[in-house]
């Protein structure tokens, strides 16, 4: 039962992930700053969610989602650059959550996180994302410019974590009660 379970939080993850490219592609996709870089990247919101709360079956699912993506939109980059990015991708976030771990105290269960560890573990994230992916991207001599791309990239997985963030705390947070105000006052 639980490989089931595992199977399908790593599928869930993978259409999740996927679906999330495919919209950012479509909404961002002419404004790249340079190769895979946009100015607002909200996958990495995704990527940072699916982490924190399926940790590895989070991050094995990222992983084939990139694998798939990356195969589709650069198909002459062959398979080996679809593997290593698609691993890069699920690779960072679980990385930052181990490293918030230790470093920030965030609790291995997620249980108990105040906005402010949240926002030093997105910048974490944001920041290390980048670095590994334009490591990779320059060990391959698709980024002209270390520096501007890492800084966009970083910018940009920062903005899509936290406009996912934001509408996740829409999305659960409950909507004011006008009867149990009239009654305070």
Do not use: C
Request: net charge neutral; charged share 10%.
């Amino acid at each position: 039962m639980k490989f089931i379970k595992n199977f399908l939080v790593v599928a869930v993850s993978a259409s999740i992930y996927y679906f999330a490219l495919l919209v950012n592609e479509w909404v961002f996709g002419d404004s790249e700053f340079s190769f895979d870089v946009h100015w607002v990247f909200f996958p990495s919101g995704f990527r940072f969610v699916l982490v924190l709360l399926a940790m590895e079956s989070g991050a094995l699912g990222i992983a084939l989602g990139g694998i798939l993506w990356n195969y589709q939109v650069h198909p002459d980059l062959g398979l080996d650059f679809a593997v290593i990015t698609g691993f890069v991708a699920g690779f960072s976030p679980w990385l930052a959550r181990q490293l918030s771990v230790i470093f920030l105290g965030l609790d291995r269960e997620f249980k108990v996180v105040s906005p402010q560890t949240l926002l030093k573990i997105a910048l974490l994230f944001a920041t290390l994302s980048a670095l590994l992916h334009q490591l990779w991207f320059y060990s391959q001599g698709l980024t002209e410019n270390f520096v501007s791309s890492f800084t966009v990239m970083t910018l940009s997985n920062l903005a899509g974590t936290l406009l996912v963030l934001m509408a996740f705390k829409f999305i659960i947070q409950k909507p004011p009660n006008p009867a149990a105000d009239r009654k305070k006052s």
